[in-house]
């Protein structure tokens, strides 16, 4: 399968919009415009990958204020772009390992571009090596002079607006992009570097939704189309096929985390990781969990002085922006009416592993490392976190953007653990 990857160009100063910030990161939908396009790019799951540009300065905000408040598929990167759209192109391409994939260049305040559109530059750059989406002019198009009047009326029968994502085959548009600074060309668009080399570039159907945020009455406009539009862009996101494939990965790559950055996590992260919780099977669906959510650096603190120095996760305590307590209530899980129904009594244990894991998941999902700590005082824990009689306070899982990923642990072989049909 041909890799695709998306280069998100989001490096202007906004200038026409008039605003006091830049106008990618204007909200549109209780999310900024930039942020809206990232997440209709990575709604198309044939996109493997994104290179978001953006100006050099506006790297660390772009991480908080973009990027931290919205779950994405595929990994993005940032760089810093140039002083001119062109030249913000020219160094996402130049970030790109690979010359043999498809690339996508889509303007970052395009944030209503449909997966369909996408999926058709996608299919025609494979086919034309360059494509891009495009709609026929509709309205009569007049020449005016410099007074007002009319000079002529132009046949439109043969224009068409152009938008974007447009679709390369990498190494062409690598190609163009050299020869146009060798040259001392700027481009309105990246088709035009590739129309200069003399070779065809590919029309397909664009989408009148698909429109560029540019001016306040773009704004204005966009909010009209927002609701509706988004909605079915959340329903896209949530159909689950496009993620299963993912979930493997998902399983694999998670890590023990026990370095962390100093940034906090957005709550809206926290919600989706307790979530998963939420949906962790447990038995009979007794859900015997309680969850304390601890952001206060003095309870830290105190939770810090339960573990012993010597447990390596001693210092991930304060140094995580959140440590989840687990908690499970007693006498639920494994009894049915009140009476233990097998002989392992509690399974308070197996029912708090499996709400574990799926925190390690979805925190690993959301670009977040997680630590299950097993190994301290749970008594002195649990009084610091004024858990009632009847409730055990049994894990702490810390939780925070990895400093450090540690390589994986030697793993049993499959072979060594597994039995077919008897011991
Ligand atoms: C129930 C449980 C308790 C754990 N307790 C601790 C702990 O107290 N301190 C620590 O540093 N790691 C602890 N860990 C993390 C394990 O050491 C880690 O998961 C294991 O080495 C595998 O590494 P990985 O998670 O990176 O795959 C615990 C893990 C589990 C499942």
């Known amino acids: 399968m041909t890799t695709v990857s998306a280069i998100i160009v989001a490096a202007g100063k906004g200038r026409r919009m008039n605003a ?3 106008k990618q990161y ?10 809206r396009t990232l997440l209709a790019v990575d709604a198309c799951p044939e996109v493997d990958d994104i290179c978001l540009v953006v100006p050099g300065s506006d790297i660390d905000y772009c991480r908080k204020a973009v990027l ?3 779950c994405l598929r595929a990994p993005v990167k940032m760089i810093a772009g140039g002083a001119q759209r062109q030249e913000s192109v020219y160094n996402g391409l130049s970030s790109l390992a690979s010359d043999d994939h498809i690339v996508l260049i889509h303007d970052g305040v395009r944030p209503f571009v449909g997966i369909d559109e996408i999926r058709r530059c996608i299919d025609a750059a494979k086919i034309h090596g360059a494509c891009i989406p495009g709609l026929p002019v509709i309205d009569t198009l007049k020449a005016v002079d410099d007074g007002g009047d009319i000079i002529r009326t132009i046949d439109r029968s043969r224009l068409w607006h152009a938008q974007t994502p447009q679709a390369f085959q990498c190494r062409l548009i690598k190609d163009a992009h050299e020869k146009a600074k ?10 035009l570097l590739i129309e200069r080399l003399g070779e065809k570039v590919h029309v397909v159907s664009g989408s009148i939704f698909n429109i560029k945020i540019t001016t306040p009455e773009d704004l204005k406009m966009a909010e009209a189309i927002a ?8 329903s896209a996101l949530k159909k689950g096929g496009q993620y299963m494939t993912d979930l493997l990965d998902v399983i694999r790559e998670r890590r023990s985390i026990r370095n962390y950055e100093p940034t906090e996590i957005p709550r809206d992260k926290i919600h989706a ?3 998963a919780v939420q949906m962790t099977p447990s038995w009979a669906n007794t859900q015997c969990w309680e969850v304390i959510v601890v952001t206060n650096p003095e309870i830290k603190q105190q939770l810090q002085e339960a573990v012993p120095k010597s447990n390596p996760a001693y210092k991930s305590i304060t140094a995580a922006p959140v440590v989840l307590a687990l908690c499970a209530k007693k006498g639920t899980s494994g009894y049915y009416k009140d009476i233990v129904t097998t002989q392992y009594g509690d399974w308070f244990m197996f029912d708090l592993g499996l709400a574990a894991q799926s925190i390690g998941l979805a925190a690993h999902f959301l670009g977040l490392g997680s630590l299950i700590i097993g190994l301290y005082d749970h ?13 055990d306070q049994v894990a702490l899982i810390t939780l925070g953007y990895p400093s450090k990923v540690p390589s994986p642990p030697k793993r049993r072989d499959i072979s060594e653990f597994t039995h077919e049909n008897r011991f």
């Open 20 to 22: 006091a910030a830049p």
């Open 379 to 391: 008594v002195r824990a649990k009084e610091v976190l004024g858990v009632p009689e009847g409730i």
């Open 273 to 275: 990781i307790l979530e």
């Open 26 to 35: 204007l909200v549109l939908g209780g999310l900024p415009i930039l942020s």
């Open 68 to 70: 931290d408040p919205i």
């Open 182 to 191: 060798r040259d001392g060309i700027t481009g309105t668009d990246d088709a």
């Open 227 to 234: 609701d509706a539009y988004f909605k079915s862009i959340n």
